[in-house]
Nanobody, 121 residues
Framework: QVQLVESGGGLVQAGGSLRLSCAASGSIFSIYTMGWYRQAAGKLRELVATITVGGSTNYANSVKGRFTISRDNAKNTVYLEMNSLQPEDTAVYYC???????????????WGQGTQVTVSS
């Protein structure tokens, strides 16, 4: 069984910073693309950033230049450094990873439980 466990959310003032972490554990053969998504109240879940095994990154336009995604493949962990946070960044942030549990299985998407990020004005 694979688990993704997020940490690092909280309450911060506008202009502040937070760092989210997400560690994958359990039966893991390979981890491919990892990423962060967010869902604000009353809105659909949206992509924030993704990172491939090789380190190629992709960001939503709304966070480019403010957020940085990174990963530590040895620790099966993905990070999201968030700077210059604004009230519109308030949301539940979810970790996502494409994981293959064994050589014989196809990869599939896994999600973390979510961590709340609240930015006050």
């Amino acid at each position: 069984q694979v688990q993704l466990v997020e940490s690092g959310g909280g309450l911060v003032q506008a202009g502040g910073s937070l760092r989210l972490s997400c560690a994958a554990s359990g039966s893991i053969f390979s981890i491919y693309t990892m990423g962060w998504y967010r869902q604000a109240a009353g809105k659909l879940r949206e992509l924030v950033a993704t990172i491939t095994v090789g380190g190629s990154t992709n960001y939503a336009n709304s966070v480019k230049g403010r957020f940085t995604i990174s990963r530590d493949n040895a620790k099966n962990t993905v990070y999201l450094e968030m700077n210059s946070l604004q009230p519109e960044d308030t949301a539940v942030y979810y970790c996502n990873a494409e994981i293959k549990e064994t050589y014989y299985y196809r990869s599939r998407d896994y999600w973390g439980q979510g961590t709340q990020v609240t930015v006050s004005s």
